[in-house]
């Protein structure tokens, strides 16, 4: 089956920019999506189509996609960015598929 | 305004059966795909099914093909979501989510409803 994999976790400082990673095979060849999870809350679309930003969505969130890769970035990192990104994207033989997750910790 | 609330969650035994609904307000139901998505508790998000705009198209997981079945009702804005033969694996807090554009980005979502599998 196919599966996303990304890192656990990421820590970044206010201000900086924090790099999320997502890891499947031929990724590049589908489109990828990116959620942001709050604690307690439902997941909120930050990412569609690898580099579209939902309407709200402030411009400091970032995709790109490529190879085996998805990245989510986030410039100017701020308090409330802190949270789980998870990547999704679409697999012919397994169906939908959400990446393992990354706890972003604004330090 | 977009809403998406999600009813029909509880306590049930291994080997018991739970309707899951999902009542859609805001938008044009009928005109979206639609999905199951659950997260256990402290864990992530797993995709468990979509459903065309008329319904003629559902696709599952594997782990729950044969025993879910995903439906729609557009005339009442509803979405369901039938387990039967529910196991341990199968708690979670499962959310409906709508479905948007060629590639089936999950714009909105439900405040989900726990379900919990034990005897």
């Known amino acids: 089956s196919y599966e996303l994999t990304q890192p656990p976790s990421v820590s970044v400082s206010p201000g900086q920019t924090a790099t999320i990673t997502c890891s499947g095979d031929?990724?590049?060849?589908?489109?990828a999506c990116w959620y942001q999870q709050k604690p307690g809350q439902s997941p909120v679309l930050v990412i569609y189509?690898?580099?579209k930003r939902p309407s709200g969505i402030p411009e400091r969130f970032s995709g790109s996609n490529s190879g085996n890769t998805a990245t989510l970035t986030i410039s100017g990192t701020q308090a409330m960015d802190e949270a789980d990104y998870y990547c999704?994207?679409?697999?012919?033989?397994?169906?939908?598929?959400f990446g393992t997750g990354t706890k972003v910790t604004v330090l | 305004e977009v809403q998406l609330v999600e009813s029909g969650g509880g306590l049930v035994q291994p080997g018991g059966s739970l309707r899951l609904s999902c009542a859609a307000s805001?938008?044009?139901?009928?005109?979206?795909?639609m999905s199951w998505v659950r997260q256990t508790p402290g864990k992530g998000l797993k995709w468990v099914a979509n459903?065309?705009?008329?319904?003629?198209?559902?696709y599952y997981v594997d782990s729950v093909k044969g025993r879910f079945t995903i439906s729609r009702d557009n005339a009442k804005n509803s979405l369901y979501l039938q387990m039967n033969s529910l196991r341990a694996e199968d708690t979670a807090v499962y959310y409906c989510?709508?479905?948007?554009?060629?590639?089936?980005?999950?714009?909105?979502w439900g405040q989900g409803t726990l379900v919990t599998v034990s005897s």
């Open positions: 999704q994207a679409w697999d012919s033989s397994t169906g939908d598929v």
């Open positions: 189509q690898n580099t």
């Open positions: 031929k990724l590049g060849d589908n489109y």
């Open positions: 989510a709508r479905a948007s554009g060629s590639y089936l980005a999950r714009d909105y």
């Open positions: 459903i065309k705009k008329d319904g003629s198209e559902k």
């Open positions: 805001g938008f044009a139901f009928s005109s979206y795909w």
